[in-house]
């Protein structure tokens, strides 16, 4: 292992392999899909030709055989160029794809998680709905049997990747009469079946390129076999997946914090007032010095989790502790870095504006800061037997 970077040297090789092809794919097209000029999916499938949307699965099912470790790099990479390109890439190839990999029967892999791997199909995951966010045990949405089928009736709200998806992965209540925790189940919803509705696609602050919607489930009819995982076993489903999601979620905001951060240094080394460049000003070279730091500790405290994870083990604090950690000091990376490029850096000339607008969502999605905290503290005490 190279100690200075805390990677191996076959993870440096694929770094620098992803982020060639991401410089020759996406970088020239980010401004498109940022203006809607391009849709985020058409360069995305390119990413599943190159089998960079799954990292983690073997390559019967569309993937390359890596670990949590290498969905890391591939994440920071891009989000170092557009992260609403990434979460709309991420919800599919993660947050759909993941579980079926993890829980599915192997004909569910072949039908389901192999063409979201190679980019040929879109993915995407239904937990949020009008009344439910950080509880995922109040879910509402039902699913009944009715023969060798199951009828559900329900809405979903803020689904990534919901308005153009193919698939859709439903947590559904399936025993009203127990806590939900023991009566959900998930499902795998094809979204052209009868009574599957997109009733809008919100227009939000940043994350442009990826498409989130609001979508209702009217007596749409899933065959049992499109259960996912056991009967009634749909918490332990989506619980499974959290720690992994925050780690990549982490990267993400680690690529963000990166961009930012290069963007304050370039126009700090160009910009010239009272006759000296403006790094040499301790007023912004500090803001430098600030931002490399906490990109540094978020990248560490990302590593570690997604180690954690690949090794098998427990990482819920520590995937907590990473996913809040980047997400918070992405937003003041972004804010400290608008600060440096002054006026210019609040226009659109430069893309420091959507850093800001794109790491804000962070600290709501993919469990909020303060729910994190409560994760945290509740973990800590459980360490000291408390």
């Known amino acids: 292992m190279t100690i200075l970077s805390f990677l191996t040297e076959d993870e440096i090789k694929f770094q620098q392999k992803v982020r060639d092809f991401v410089q020759r794919n996406l970088v020239p097209v980010a401004e498109d899909i940022e203006q809607g000029k391009l849709e985020a999916w058409d360069v995305i499938r390119k990413f599943g030709k190159a089998g960079y949307l799954g990292s983690r699965y073997p390559s019967e099912y569309g993937g390359i055989g890596k670990g949590l470790m290498y969905e890391v790099l591939v994440t920071e990479e891009i989000c170092a160029v557009h992260a609403g390109f990434d979460m709309a890439r991420v919800a599919s190839c993660i947050l759909f794809a993941h579980p079926v990999f993890e829980f599915g029967t192997v004909a569910q892999k072949k039908k389901y998680l192999k063409p979201v791997a190679k980019g040929e199909r879109i993915g995407a995951l239904g937990i949020t709905e009008p009344n439910v966010g950080s509880d995922v045990a109040g879910t509402e949405t039902r699913a009944e049997k009715q023969d060798d089928s199951y009828i559900i009736n329900g809405e979903k709200r803020f689904i990534t990747n919901g308005p153009i998806a193919d698939y859709l992965l439903c947590y559904t209540v399936t025993d009203p009469k127990v806590k939900a925790k023991q009566g959900m189940t998930a499902f795998i919803v094809e979204t052209k079946s009868k009574g599957f509705e997109v009733v809008e696609e919100y227009d939000l ?182």
């Open 205 to 386: 602050l940043g994350m442009h390129g990826a498409h989130v919607g609001r979508l209702a489930l009217n007596d749409v009819e899933v065959p049992e076999e499109n259960i996912l995982g056991e009967h009634n076993g749909g918490f332990r489903v989506v619980m499974a997946g959290l720690d992994a999601e925050r780690t990549i979620l982490a990267a993400e905001m680690n690529g963000v914090a990166r961009a930012a951060m290069e963007e304050a240094i370039h126009y700090s080394n160009f910009r010239v007032q009272f006759r000296r460049k403006i790094r040499e000003f301790e007023g912004i070279s500090f803001k430098i010095a600030d931002m490399a730091m906490k990109l540094e500790a978020a990248r560490l405290l990302t590593f570690k989790a997604a180690r954690m994870i690949d090794a098998g083990q427990r990482a819920t604090k520590d995937a907590a502790i990473a996913k809040l950690y980047a997400c918070e000091k992405a937003i003041e990376s972004a804010t400290e870095a608008l600060q440096v490029l002054g006026g210019i850096g609040y226009t659109k000339q430069k893309p420091v504006e959507r850093f800001l607008r794109d790491a804000r969502l962070m600290t709501i999605g993919g469990g909020t800061a303060e729910i994190l905290r409560y994760l945290i503290q509740r973990e800590v005490f459980k360490e000291y037997d408390l």
